[in-house]
């Protein structure tokens, strides 16, 4: 292998290694061209049958800004969420799930040290991103549609 391929796939090894969840985002905003780039290699995922179903929407100042008041607005009147897809409630989920979102939980008590009410605030602010990517999928794709699919019974 080539000194160069094996550099890019080190660094292909430390992206994967070093991406972590960010929960309170700093004020810098991200340059267009950086947003473009991201959404170009989103798009590069496979997909069934080729299909490429999704579409990508970034949404950025002034509409960022409504979505966050809006987003705000919803947690404030205790409005749950409203998945598009239905989701298994956590009590259901295996033991070992369970054990790791406790996990999660501890860990978070622990990092913000207030019970999570500051990890709760930032949530609510959505986590003071600059830029926030959609990607969507049509809306039905995960309805069965024929009898026939064992998954569908
Ligand atoms: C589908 C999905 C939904 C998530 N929802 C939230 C969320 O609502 N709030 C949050 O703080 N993190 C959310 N996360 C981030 C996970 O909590 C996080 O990936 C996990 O704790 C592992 O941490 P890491 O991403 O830093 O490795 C979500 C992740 C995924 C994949």
Not at 4 to 9: D, I, P, V, W
Not at 50 to 58: A, D, L
Not at 111 to 123: I, P
């Amino acid at each position: 292998m080539i000194d160069r391929e094996r550099e890019s796939l080190m660094e292909f090894s430390q992206v994967i290694n070093r991406r972590h969840s960010v929960r309170d985002f700093t004020d810098q905003p991200v340059a267009r061209e950086d947003l473009l780039d991201i959404a170009r290699a989103a798009l590069t995922a496979p997909s069934w049958v080729n299909s490429q179903p999704w579409r990508i929407y970034i949404a950025t100042g002034t509409t960022l800004a409504d979505i966050k008041a809006q987003h705000r607005a919803h947690v404030d009147a205790g409005d749950g969420g409203h998945s598009d897809f239905p989701v298994m409630h956590r009590t259901d989920w295996s033991p070992d799930a369970q054990a790791n979102m406790a996990g999660l939980g501890a860990q978070i008590g622990e990092y913000f040290g207030d019970e999570g009410r500051a990890f709760a605030a930032s949530q609510s602010r959505l986590f003071n991103a600059q830029a926030i990517a959609y990607l969507t999928v049509p809306v039905g794709s995960s309805q069965c549609r024929s009898t026939t699919s064992a998954a569908c019974r």
